[in-house]
């Protein structure tokens, strides 16, 4: 089995998590040593794209009378919500997460982790692409929630979470948000401009089961659905010393 170093760290500021994030990035490339983690948000922030314009996207002045904070990520891809959710990142080489080797991306072998998670708490999780109107989804959109690519996970027809990831030779690091629970209220408030039923295609853990688990539990189960798809054995590790700093 190979050895992953595992972090699972408290809550903490939008901007600590993304820097927090980078900062693990960079030590693999310098030292090869696997990292999953698990993060938590001690206010609803947005993370948006490296590429993507913040102002044309946030009514800043709303986010701050909300007591939300923005923050870019390193990653692409569309401004996302996080807040009342279960959040990871993971870095190492492609070959660690099943990868063929040749092929540049291969999404459906390293999400293959988040269905079998989904599947442990009784949910019929798969991948857009294999979804009832995925064709109609499927045009990008500046909120990653309404667009669908091909290998989001969808339960029932509708988007849960997202996913992002950064690139550096044969290296992968990727980081997901898996909502228990979304605050659409709070979301209109604080974007300019909503689509129209922006919520039909969205769900969350709250409005697919019964019972909602704990955080905790919830990360053991992603512990073990990550351990079980990709032959991992964990090392807990506190924050290093030298990334405790992050601001």
């Known amino acids: 089995m190979k050895n992953f170093r595992l972090i699972r760290s408290p809550a903490a500021s939008a901007s600590y998590n993304m820097s927090m994030d980078e900062a693990i990035f960079n030590r693999y490339l310098k030292d090869g040593v696997p990292v999953f983690r698990l993060y938590r948000w001690q206010s609803p922030s947005f ?17 701050a009378s909300c007591g939300v904070e923005a923050v870019k990520r390193m990653t692409g891809g569309g401004i996302f919500m996080h807040h009342d959710e279960l959040t990871y990142s993971f870095v190492c080489n492609k070959e660690d997460v099943g990868e063929p080797e040749g092929v540049f991306v291969s999404y459906r072998e390293i999400c293959a982790f988040l269905i079998r998670f989904y599947r442990s708490l ?40 997202g996913n992002a990831q950064k690139r550096k030779r044969q290296v992968i690091f990727q980081h997901g948000s898996i909502p228990r629970s979304i605050d659409w209220g709070l979301m209109r408030r604080c974007l300019r401009s909503v689509p129209e039923g922006m919520d039909s295609g969205v769900t969350a853990l709250s409005a697919e089961l019964a019972f909602v688990p704990g955080e905790d539990a919830l990360e ?28």
């Open 122 to 161: 009784g949910l019929e999780a798969g991948f857009a692409l294999e979804s009832r109107g995925f064709k109609d989804r499927c045009a990008p959109h500046a909120l990653c929630s309404v667009s669908h690519e091909k290998y989001d996970i969808v339960i029932n027809g509708k988007k849960i979470g």
């Open 220 to 247: 053991e189960k992603l512990i073990r659905a990550f351990s079980e798809t990709f032959g991992v054995n964990f090392i807990l590790e506190d924050e290093p010393v030298f990334e405790a700093g992050v601001a």
């Open 47 to 63: 993370t948006y794209g490296f590429s993507q314009s913040l102002d044309s996207e946030l009514d800043l002045k709303s986010c």
